[in-house]
C-alpha cells in the first residue's frame, strides 16, 4: 500500500519538470529523470505473492482499472514532453511493455478473484489432463490427492477414497496444500501467472527487462550526453531491480506447487518428491474467558487507563489470545469425526438435506448418542449459537480442573486437555476473529 502511494507521488513529481516551458526547459538529467516514469508501473504492479489484503481488495478491481488507464497515461506524458533521444526512447518503450504487463496482471488478477467471477469460474469443471487418476493413485504421501482436490470435478475422483486409508497427518497435511492453494488463488498472482498466456507475458516482460539493461548500459557506454553520475546510478538501480524482480519470480515460479499442478494437467508431473514445507506453524489460538475476567480482577486500574484511552479492546485480543501447538491426538480425533461423517454420505452424495444436517449440528448429536439430548438441549439448539458456545464453553472449564483432581489416569488427562484447546479455540473464533 506504502509502495503505491509512494508510485503514484514520484509520478506526479516526474510530471512537473521543467514546469510549463516545454522541452526546451528541460536539462539533460530531467530528460534521463523522465525515462524514470516507466518504472513506476512496475512498482505498481505490485509482487506475485500478494495482490490483495483482503477479500474487499478483488471488489475494488475496477478502481485498478482505472488507476491503470491514469497512470500509465501520465507515465507517457512524463516521457514524451521531454522528448529524449531514440536510444532512450527505445529503451524506455522496454519498459512501458514490462511495466504495464505487471500493472495489468494485477488488474486482471483483482477482478477474477472478485466474488462475482471467482462463483462463474467455478461453474465450469477444469480438464484434469490425461492419465490423472493414475497420476492420483501414484503419489506419495500429501502428493497424493491434493492436485486431485484442486483440478478433478467430483465425479471424476471420489475424495473418500483418495483420504480413506491415510493417517490424520497426512489428511491435515493435504489441507494444507489446498488452502495454500485457495489463499494463491485469491490473494495472489499464481493462477494467472500459471495459464499459458501468464507465462507468454511473463516471458515477454522478462526479456523486454534484460534489453532495456543491455541498451542503457551500452548508451551509457559509447555516449554520456551530460548525464549526472547519481542520475545513471539510480537508472542503473532502477534497470538492476527490473530484472532482478523477474529472475525472483521466475524461480518462485520453477520451484512452487503450482509448476507441478501445471506439469500434471499435461501429465509430465511424474516425480516422485513429496511436498514436505510446512504452510502453517502447527499451532491453534487460545481465547479463555476465566483468565480474561480473572486479569481484569487482578489490573482494574490498568483496564481503567486502556478503556480510557479508547485501546482496550485492541489490546485485550492482543494480550489475552494465546497458542498452542496442535497435538498428534487432536488431529486424529478431528480426523475421525470426519470420517465418520463422509462414511454416512458416501452413498448418499447427491442427498441435499443429510448435507445440511451434518453441517448444521452443534453438538446436539453427541447428545443423541449418549440419550442425554432431551435434558440439554436447552443448551444447545434452544439458544443462539454464540450464546450456546459461551455455555459449553464455561462448562468445559469447570469439567477440565474437576477431571484434573479426581482422575489420575493419562487418557482422561489428555482428552480433557484435548477438549479445553478445543473449546478455548472456538472461543476465539467467537471473540475474536
Not at 187 to 196: G, P
Amino acid at each position: 500500500m506504502l509502495a503505491d502511494w509512494v508510485a503514484t507521488v514520484a509520478l506526479g513529481n516526474l510530471a512537473t519538470l521543467g514546469g510549463y516551458c516545454g522541452q526546451k526547459c528541460l536539462k539533460p538529467n530531467d530528460l534521463l529523470q523522465s525515462f524514470w516514469a516507466p518504472f513506476l508501473l512496475l512498482h505498481l504492479g505490485g509482487p506475485d505473492t500478494i495482490t490483495a489484503y483482503a477479500l474487499e481488495d478483488n471488489e475494488l478491481w475496477l478502481r485498478h482499472l482505472l488507476s491503470l488507464i491514469v497512470e500509465v497515461g501520465v507515465a507517457f506524458y512524463v516521457f514524451l514532453r521531454s522528448g529524449g533521444d531514440i536510444t532512450l526512447t527505445f529503451i524506455a518503450i522496454l519498459v512501458f511493455i514490462a511495466g504495464i504487463i505487471k500493472y495489468g496482471e494485477r488488474t486482471w488478477v483483482l477482478r477474477s478473484s472478485s466474488a462475482k467471477h471467482f462463483r462463474s469460474s467455478l461453474l465450469s469443471a477444469p480438464d484434469a489432463g490425461p492419465n490423472y487418476v493414475e497420476f492420483v493413485e501414484n503419489r506419495d504421501g500429501n502428493d497424493r490427492g491434493h492436485v486431485a482436490l484442486t483440478v478433478l470435478p467430483h465425479e471424476d475422483v471420489k475424495l473418500p477414497s483418495i483420504i480413506s486409508n491415510k493417517s490424520s497427518e497426512e489428511a491435515f497435511q493435504l489441507v494444507e496444500v489446498e488452502l495454500s492453494f485457495l489463499y494463491d488463488l485469491l490473494y495472489t498472482k499464481e493462477n494467472f501467472v500459471y495459464s499459458w498466456f501468464g507465462i507468454l507475458l511473463r516471458v515477454i516482460s522478462f526479456l523486454a527487462s534484460v534489453s532495456a539493461l543491455v541498451t542503457f548500459s551500452i548508451l551509457i557506454f559509447f555516449k554520456q550526453n551530460g548525464y549526472s553520475i547519481a542520475d545513471i546510478t539510480i537508472t542503473y538501480i532502477l534497470l538492476f531491480g527490473a530484472v532482478v524482480m523477474e529472475v525472483y519470480a521466475l524461480v518462485i515460479l520453477i520451484y512452487s506447487d503450482w509448476t507441478m499442478l501445471f506439469l500434471t494437467r499435461f501429465g509430465m508431473g511424474r516425480s516422485k518428491q513429496p511436498t514436505n514445507v510446512k504452510r502453517w506453524p502447527r499451532i491453534i489460538s487460545q481465547y479463555n474467558i476465566m483468565d480474561v475476567c480473572l486479569r481484569e480482577a487482578i489490573t482494574p486500574r490498568w483496564i481503567g487507563f486502556q478503556k480510557f484511552l479508547g485501546i482496550y479492546e485492541i489490546s485485550e485480543k492482543k494480550i489475552n489470545v494465546t497458542w498452542k501447538g496442535v497435538v498428534p491426538e487432536l488431529k486424529d480425533l478431528i480426523f475421525q469425526q470426519l470420517k465418520e461423517k463422509s462414511k454416512r454420505i458416501e452413498d448418499n452424495l447427491y442427498d441435499i438435506n443429510l448435507y445440511k444436517t451434518l453441517l448444521t449440528h452443534r453438538g446436539d448429536n453427541v447428545l443423541q448418542e449418549f440419550k442425554c439430548d432431551k435434558h440439554l438441549e436447552w443448551s444447545t439448539v434452544g439458544v443462539e449459537f454464540d450464546h450456546s458456545l459461551l455455555l459449553w464453553h464455561i462448562a468445559t472449564e469447570l469439567c477440565y480442573y474437576d477431571d484434573l483432581m479426581r482422575f489420575n489416569h493419562p487418557s482422561i488427562k489428555k482428552s480433557s486437555k484435548i477438549s479445553k484447546c478445543l473449546s478455548d479455540y472456538m472461543l476465539y473464533l467467537l471473540s475474536c476473529v
